[in-house]
């Protein structure tokens, strides 16, 4: 069974530029997160999407935005990048319902440098 | 809003020495508490996970109890080897209303074992 795919696995931008991340959750899985990781902050909770609707969103600017397609695959877009934005973004999916469905299975990440 | 305070560290130990890593939390609603770990490079693995109170959650030799009344999830390990060399990460999920799979993350304890 194919994990969480996430691409692209490192990317380098400039201040002002606009990034989209790709995530693939596991088949069958219609709960995708998204996590933003830095060495300050730590882990903090971006968003989580099912059947295409935004359930729950953290405390970041509107600058962070995402989707999710019919198929489950989600995208997220930061826009008008800060030199704060360098993080590692990492996607989690899960069964969202039945026995299990809070458990998270994460990707790799994506890792972003702005310079 | 939840929070999840667990040992710092960086926690240094010679194989086959026992391991202990203190996480608490403050939560509302129902809280399901989970360890994850991270190796160099990679995303989070689940390393295991408790449902109700008293529960133990076991996975490679690591253990851990979800004690409500100490509102407490500590990590064990009766004797580490060196490829548990990682940083671990306390979590909790807020299953309330029965749609919010968000997680709260500790600050995360890096692990080095020397052989």
């Known amino acids: 069974k194919a994990g969480v795919t996430q691409t692209p696995r490192y990317l380098i931008k400039t201040r002002g530029q606009q990034v989209t991340l790709s995530c693939s959750p596991i088949?069958?899985?219609?709960?995708v997160s998204w996590y933003q990781q830095t060495p300050g902050q730590g882990l903090q909770f971006l968003f989580e999407?099912?059947?295409?609707?935004?359930?729950n969103k953290g405390n970041f600017p509107g600058r962070f935005s995402g989707r999710q397609f019919s198929n489950s695959r989600s995208e997220m877009n930061v826009s008008t990048l800060e030199l704060g934005d360098s993080a590692l973004y990492l996607c989690?999916?899960?069964?969202?319902?039945?026995?299990?469905?809070?458990?998270?299975?994460f990707g790799a990440g994506s890792r972003l440098t702005v310079l | 809003g939840n929070s999840v305070t667990q040992m710092e560290g960086p926690v240094t130990l010679s194989e086959e020495a026992f391991l202990t890593i203190n996480c608490t939390y403050t939560?509302?609603?129902?809280?399901?508490p989970f360890w994850y770990v991270q190796y160099p490079g990679e995303g989070l693995q689940l390393l295991l996970k408790?449902?109700?109170?008293?529960d133990k959650g076991s996975n490679k030799g690591f253990e851990a109890t979800y004690r409500k009344e100490t509102t407490s999830f500590h990590l064990e390990k009766g004797s580490v080897q060196v490829s548990d060399s990682a940083v671990y990460f306390c979590?909790?999920?807020?299953?309330?209303?029965?749609?919010?799979?968000?997680?709260?993350f500790g600050k995360g304890t890096l692990l080095t074992v020397n052989p």
């Open positions: 088949s069958g899985h219609r709960s």
């Open positions: 939560a509302t609603g129902y809280p399901s």
């Open positions: 999407y099912f059947s295409e609707t935004q359930r």
């Open positions: 408790a449902t109700k109170a008293d």
């Open positions: 989690a999916s899960s069964l969202a319902q039945g026995r299990g469905a809070n458990v998270l299975t």
């Open positions: 979590a909790l999920t807020d299953n309330s209303g029965g749609s919010n799979y968000k997680l709260t």
